[in-house]
């Protein structure tokens, strides 16, 4: 049987010899299951000044049936604390005296949402400066937490308060797992925001593409956005056909097989979803490959086919794509930790990976994307437990492991969850951005 240091610590000598020494102890965490209540427990809520994203949050809080904590002294399984109306660094005082006594009746894989308003927006260099500080806080906040909890940050741009819900939600719900030390920026949506008539189900009759989807990540995004009520097309090459067709029926979808750098991908994946489904509203670009080699020795052809896999598939498919997707849709980009810390021996990888991202922020402002109300964002992975990382030799895949706030690698499906919020008709306020799904991982931090 394969050693695993989150195994080991949490067997009864692995347990005491942890405690002893004072090694991190993964910690099981919350994932979502359908129909479970949106939390396990009450939700401390609180806010500087007037407040007006707390009032907010007491509205869905109490819609979605959760009972409110007002005094930190109870026990609380989250704690939101809107700082939207910060003026100075003066004011954040309240993250000591409220949120502060809040955390220490925190239960073990608690959320930590704290809300504010873009740098951009301030009125002076003071408040700027407050509005900065909160990321600080967040990060060092969920550097804190024990027991698999996590803390992000949401930025609200005036004119998205009415857009807060669905990122609400993902953040206190099991969906954001293994998303820890994120800000998550909202700004005037692309398109009405709409939520779910059922937030088991927000994808509810949507068409979703996800390239990449024979295995892996990719097989746990398809499960992922058909669990939450989409069709999904199942895209991958021609010689993983017989693994892309199992997944494909197993979740009731098509399967379409062609390699992403063929030069009439886009076309067949356009006529496949008209013929087979009336069109598509998703897209999640998440093929990808690696050929790693430390710069002074890669050749053409490795340094070429995962520049063309990872990003150039992806532009020229876009051409297509983009005009052809519905209106109101959600373009999805796989990115990776890889692409904003850099890896020895993935010059290559990483250059691909990073302008993943520069690609979401720039087809983000596009005029035909936001005159069609399409969000484009992003995901980057951090340490994800799959085939790829079981190669890695064990020494480096523990160090991969634990160089995090949650002690663990993350699953696919974590990477999943994110990719779904993102899909998500009540997330039309968020575009242009990259959340990593890390566990608040060192690297690049
Ligand atoms: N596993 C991790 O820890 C991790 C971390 C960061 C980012 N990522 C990214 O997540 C994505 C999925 O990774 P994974 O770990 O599931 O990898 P994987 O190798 O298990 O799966 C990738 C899938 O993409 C398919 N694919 C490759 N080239 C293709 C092409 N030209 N056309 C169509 N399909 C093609 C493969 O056949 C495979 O089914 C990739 O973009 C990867 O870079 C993974």
Request: hydrophobic share 45%.
């Amino acid at each position: 049987m394969a050693f695993s240091y989150g195994g080991f610590v949490n067997s009864g000598v692995g347990k005491f010899l942890a405690s002893n020494l004072g090694l991190p102890r993964p910690t099981r965490l919350r994932r979502h299951t359908p129909g479970e209540s949106l939390v396990p427990g009450a939700v401390f809520v609180d806010g500087f000044g007037e407040a007006p994203l707390a009032a907010q949050v007491r509205g869905v809080l109490e819609g979605a049936g959760v009972q409110l904590a007002t005094v930190p002294s109870t026990s609380v399984v989250a704690a939101v604390l809107d700082l939207s109306k910060v003026r100075s660094p003066a004011d954040l005082d309240i993250v000591r005296t409220s949120l502060g006594p809040a955390l220490k009746t925190l239960a073990p894989t608690g959320r930590v949402v704290i809300l504010g308003r873009p740098v951009a927006g301030a009125v002076d260099v003071a408040q700027a400066a407050g509005r900065r500080a909160l990321e600080g806080i967040v990060r060092s906040i969920g550097k804190e937490l024990r027991g698999g909890g996590t803390a992000n940050l949401v930025l609200v741009a005036e004119g998205a308060d009415d857009a807060l819900e669905g990122t609400l939600r993902f953040l206190l719900s099991g969906r954001s797992a293994y998303v820890s030390g994120q800000v998550f920026h909202l700004a005037e949506p692309v398109a009405p925001v709409q939520a779910p008539a059922d937030w088991d189900a927000p994808l509810a009759g949507k068409v979703a593409v996800v390239t990449g989807a024979a295995r892996g990540i990719g097989a746990a995004i398809a499960s992922t956005l058909a669990r939450d009520g989409a069709t999904v097309v199942c895209v991958d090459v021609p010689s993983a056909s017989g693994p892309l067709a199992e997944v494909a029926n197993s979740l009731g979808g098509s399967a379409l097989a062609l390699d992403v750098t063929s030069a009439d991908a886009g076309t067949r994946i356009v006529e496949h979803t008209q013929s087979r489904h009336g069109g598509f509203d998703i897209v999640v670009h998440n093929a990808g490959i690696t050929r790693d080699k430390l710069l002074a020795n890669i050749d053409a052809d490795r340094w070429a086919s995962v520049l063309e896999v990872n990003l150039g598939s992806i532009l020229v498919m876009n051409q297509v794509l983009v005009p052809a997707i519905a209106e109101g849709g959600h373009i999805v980009n796989v990115a990776s930790i890889a692409g904003i810390a850099g890896n020895r021996g993935q010059t290559n990888y990483a250059a691909s990976k990073a302008g993943v991202i520069g690609m979401t922020a720039a087809l983000a402002q596009d005029p035909t994307v936001r005159a069609k109300g399409v969000t484009v964002n992003a995901v980057a992975p951090g340490f994800i437990e799959t085939e790829m990382t079981a190669k890695v030799p064990l020494a480096t895949r523990e160090v991969g492991r634990l160089m995090n706030s949650l002690s663990q690698g993350g699953l696919p499906v974590d990477v999943a969850e994110t990719i779904g919020y993102f899909a998500w008709d009540a997330n039309r306020a968020v575009t242009g951005t990259t959340v990593r799904v890390c566990g608040q991982m060192l690297l690049g931090a």
